[in-house]
């Protein structure tokens, strides 16, 4: 029996269990341990695909497998996150509800990207992990003390903005450029290369806040190059 057919299961399921961690620490009241689950479930969701691709093992099952453990990790654990920064800021419990519109529109996105045979080379709309990565970042940067200080500081209708726009770019169409590189030429992949030579400098400046800033990163230049190529045809 060859186990190594299971190794990408396998991995699809530590996301979901880091996930699960995630949304525990919550319970906790253990915000700062989110991020790390997140990071690790980030890696699982990465090699999971990879390991698939490499022993040939990709099937319906683990196509859905890999949304449904994404569904909790990506998707309802940023909206308690969400959730839990609203209630940091002095929302009440029925302004924070507005927090789980992420997770709707988590599951919109999935379910859209599970049909939609073009989002091979490029996505439509914001990428769960990135959505994700972007939330789960934002207590960084609103430490800053240029920004607000502290969430405590931050006037609820900021993050209650952030959840509408954020989950409006879940559900969107625009595209965004996705980081595989069939070649490693300068020429065909200038826009990814260039990406992540901002990205290295934003995490040499701004260290842990520059998480969710790569984000806003990513999705600027994926909009300037949508904009800049619609101009030349």
Same mark, same amino acid.
């Given at each position: 029996?060859? =186990?190594?057919?299971?190794?990408?299961?396998?991995?699809?399921?530590? %996301?979901?269990?880091?996930?699960?961690?995630?949304?525990? &620490?919550?319970?906790? %009241?253990?915000?700062?341990?989110?991020?790390?689950?997140?990071?690790? #479930?980030?890696?699982?969701?990465? $090699? @999971?695909?990879? /390991? &698939?691709?490499?022993?040939?093992?990709?099937?319906?099952?683990?196509? @859905?497998?890999?949304?449904? #453990?994404?569904?909790?990790?990506?998707? *309802?654990?940023?909206?308690? $996150?969400?959730?839990?920064m609203l209630q940091q800021t002095? /929302?009440?419990?029925?302004?924070?509800?507005?927090?789980?519109?992420? *997770?709707?529109?988590?599951?919109?996105?999935?379910?859209?990207?599970?049909? @939609?045979? +073009?989002?091979?080379?490029?996505?439509?709309? *914001?990428?769960?992990?990135?959505? +994700?990565?972007?939330?789960? !970042? =934002?207590?960084?940067?609103?430490?800053?003390?240029?920004?607000?200080?502290?969430?405590? %500081?931050?006037?609820?209708?900021?993050?209650? &903005?952030?959840? *509408?726009?954020?989950s409006l770019l879940l559900v969107?169409?625009?595209?965004?450029? #996705?980081l595989k590189f069939k070649s490693?030429?300068?020429? @065909?992949?200038?826009?990814?290369?260039? $990406?992540?030579?901002? &990205? !290295?400098?934003?995490?040499?400046? $701004?260290?842990?806040? #520059?998480?969710?800033?790569?984000?806003?990163?990513?999705?600027?230049?994926?909009?300037?190059?949508?904009?800049?190529?619609?101009?030349?045809?």
């Amino acid at each position: 029996m060859n =186990l190594l057919r299971y190794l990408p299961n396998t991995l699809t399921c530590l %996301n979901l269990v880091c996930g699960c961690l995630g949304l525990l &620490a919550l319970w906790r %009241n253990e915000p700062g341990l989110v991020e790390y689950y997140m990071w690790a #479930a980030c890696i699982f969701d990465f $090699f @999971d695909g990879f /390991a &698939a691709r490499l022993l040939k093992v990709s099937s319906p099952i683990g196509k @859905d497998l890999d949304s449904l #453990a994404d569904m909790v990790t990506f998707g *309802v654990l940023p909206s308690f $996150f969400m959730y839990w920064m609203l209630q940091q800021t002095g /929302a009440s419990d029925t302004i924070a509800y507005a927090a789980f519109l992420l *997770v709707v529109c988590s599951a919109l996105r999935l379910a859209v990207f599970n049909n @939609d045979a +073009t989002q091979s080379d490029s996505f439509r709309g *914001v990428p769960t992990p990135a959505n +994700t990565l972007f939330i789960i !970042g =934002l207590p960084h940067i609103l430490s800053l003390d240029f920004v607000g200080g502290g969430l405590a %500081n931050v006037p609820t209708v900021v993050l209650i &903005a952030i959840t *509408v726009i954020f989950s409006l770019l879940l559900v969107s169409r625009f595209e965004l450029f #996705a980081l595989k590189f069939k070649s490693f030429g300068w020429a @065909d992949n200038k826009l990814r290369y260039s $990406f992540l030579i901002l &990205a !290295g400098i934003l995490l040499l400046i $701004f260290k842990q806040a #520059a998480i969710s800033l790569i984000i806003l990163l990513y999705i600027g230049l994926s909009l300037g190059s949508s904009v800049f190529s619609r101009s030349r045809s």
